[in-house]
Every structure is written in structure tokens, then in C-alpha cells.
């Protein structure tokens, strides 16, 4: 029986890197590596940056749903300039309140929401992007995502 072998060199990825280690907890271990140094310059503004490796952050804007209602919420209009109606539809909307996050998650605004239909006045608020709880029963039934204009 014949057997062959080829030796040879394998070539992998490689860079540079700025910084990196090892990192250890209950949940597990890692390593990990903070990428190639990248410096941008646009005119007069200059930017320095990760190179190969820029992180970025995915966040889902949902929430688990409550079996309190059958989340049957409307909040319009979207985006918004002076009043944002918050309305239940068929819904019930006995103990509700809600929470108002500007676009850091810091808590901005909260109150009650005793009507069938609710008014909340935006005319204040500078335009962004803002998120909105709905809460019953001090559970979270919905959050939306708000646009001032």
C-alpha cells in the first residue's frame, strides 16, 4: 500500500492588532482582539477607527408579549409633531400606564393611561428617536418605536 503526503505551508488571516486578551466568567470563557488601527481624514474632520474588525450592536426593539391583552394597541400618527394618541381599540385598558425612553434609554416620561383613547403631548420633546412602554398590570404588553418631527 502506497500512501502519499504532501507537507506544506497553510496560510492564514493575519493582522495587526491594537490590544486583545483573554476574558473568564461564570458563563464561559473567550479571547478575543480589538482590530487594525484605521485613521480617516475627510477634509478637516479626522476620524480614527477600528479597521477590519469594527464592531457593531444589534438590538431587537421588542418585548416579550404579555397574554394580558391581545396587544390590539394603536399609536399614531407615527412620526409625530405635537400629540401622539395612544389608543385601545377593543382592548381593555383598565391599569395601564406607560414609559417614555429617549434614544440614550434614559427614562424621559411616565404616566397613566386611563382612557380608551390617550393623548400625550410631544411638543416639548426636541425631535428624535423615542421608545414608548405600554404597561399593564406592571407587565410589559408592547413598545413602539416613536419619531418626532
Given at each position: ?120 403631548d410631544f411638543r416639548l420633546l426636541p ?23
Amino acid at each position: 500500500m502506497l500512501m502519499s503526503v504532501c507537507l506544506g505551508q497553510i496560510y492564514a488571516q493575519q493582522t495587526i492588532a491594537a490590544s486583545g486578551g483573554n476574558a473568564s466568567g461564570s458563563g464561559g470563557n473567550i479571547s478575543y482582539t480589538i482590530g487594525q488601527i484605521f485613521y480617516l481624514s475627510k477634509g478637516n474632520n479626522n476620524e480614527v477607527s477600528e479597521g477590519v474588525q469594527q464592531s457593531y450592536e444589534i438590538s431587537a426593539l421588542g418585548t416579550p408579549e404579555s397574554g394580558i391583552v391581545e396587544n390590539n394597541i394603536s399609536l399614531y400618527p407615527n412620526p409625530v409633531k405635537d400629540v401622539l394618541f395612544v389608543d385601545f381599540n377593543q382592548e381593555s385598558f383598565g391599569n395601564s400606564s406607560y414609559q417614555l425612553f429617549n434614544s440614550q434609554g434614559q427614562m424621559i416620561r411616565q404616566g397613566t393611561l386611563n382612557q380608551k383613547k390617550n393623548e400625550l403631548d410631544f411638543r416639548l420633546l426636541p425631535q428624535s428617536l423615542y421608545v414608548i412602554k405600554i404597561i399593564q398590570e406592571n407587565q410589559n404588553v408592547k413598545s413602539f418605536k416613536i419619531i418626532k418631527k
